[in-house]
């Protein structure tokens, strides 16, 4: 895993599409506490995303729907 800085010469993406991905990732973030760590850290590169974030974000939306049947059930 690439570490996530400000600068890391990566190609740039569009911010608004990457603005819309972790707000999402933080309302889940919510009912999910275990994603607030890499939510927040996602977070600070909101200004100028490049693909390396884009990819660190596709990896924890590839957890969640891994967790999503996992669960307690309640009879």
């Known amino acids: ?3 996530l800085m ?10 608004i599409f990457n603005r819309s991905l972790v707000g999402n990732l933080l309302y ?3 009912t999910l506490p275990n994603i607030m ?3 927040s ?3 600070r590169f909101m200004k100028s995303p490049s693909h390396f974030h ?3 974000a596709k ?3 590839r957890y969640i729907q ?3 049947e996992h669960g307690i059930k309640f009879d």
């Open 66 to 68: 891994d967790i999503m």
């Open 41 to 43: 850290l996602l977070y």
């Open 1 to 3: 895993m690439k570490k």
């Open 28 to 30: 889940l973030a919510a």
């Open 54 to 56: 884009l990819g660190a």
């Open 6 to 15: 400000k600068d890391n010469g990566g190609k740039k993406m569009d911010a």
């Open 59 to 61: 990896k924890v939306l």
């Open 37 to 39: 760590f890499v939510a």
